[in-house]
């Protein structure tokens, strides 16, 4: 059980980190362009971002997840990260709507600088700290989004060990305890280490 715990931590933050750095080059993204540019702009990727929110989200991986003959690491962190955006591109809009007005805003587009180099180099690095600390508790989600799914048996392939995988096998042990005990504390561990991380970088970023 202890050489799977610590060789399912490798797989438990690979797929926090990966599947957020998926979700945050999406929202980050569309979100400064919603924000900066406006109008009709900002209505198209709005609805795109209202109409991805309708689908409920674990429901919706687990179908991809069935369909596929046996999934795959790398599936389950795209579909994470390709699900996970629509909460970060609204917090970049909002933040770029605040910044996209400031006069440093205006005197990079008086001295003729490019649209693609003042969203990138001057509006996005200003409004980017709210989305970085919303990343530390999407890192928490994607990890237990993927212990669910291989809890319910369709996660990783059956030769990787992952701390899900594991509870998934308590479940036809109930006599073994420790099965079901020490990944569970694993995961919770995680979640509230990644949780305090947040609340580490909320606080350090208030300005009040």
């Excluded at 109008?39 to 309708?54: C, K, M, P």
């Amino acid at each position: 059980v202890l050489a799977g715990l610590i060789h399912g931590s490798r797989y438990a933050l690979s797929i926090g980190f990966v599947a957020m750095s998926i979700a945050l080059a999406i929202g980050i993204v569309l979100g400064a362009v919603a924000g900066y540019f406006g109008g009709l702009t900002d209505i198209v990727i709005s609805r795109l971002i209202e109409i991805v929110i309708t689908f409920p989200r674990f429901f919706l991986i687990i179908t991809i997840v069935a369909l596929v003959e046996q999934g795959t690491l790398w599936l389950i962190m795209a579909l994470i990260g390709l699900t996970g955006w629509t909460s970060i591109a609204r917090f970049m809009r909002g933040e770029v709507l605040r910044v996209r007005n400031l006069d440093y805003v205006s005197a990079a587009t008086a001295l003729g600088y490019s649209t693609p180099r003042i969203i990138f180099r001057h509006v996005m690095p200003n409004a980017i700290a709210p989305v970085l600390i919303y990343a530390a508790f999407g890192i928490v989600s994607a990890i237990l989004f993927e212990s669910a799914l291989s809890f319910l048996g369709f996660g990783v392939p059956p030769t990787v060990v992952t701390w899900g995988s594991v509870l998934h096998k308590a479940r036809a042990s109930t006599y073994a305890w420790w099965l079901a005990v020490f990944p569970g504390f694993m995961i919770f561990i995680t979640v509230s280490a990644f949780n305090l991380i947040g609340d580490a970088l909320r606080d350090a970023t208030d300005p009040r």
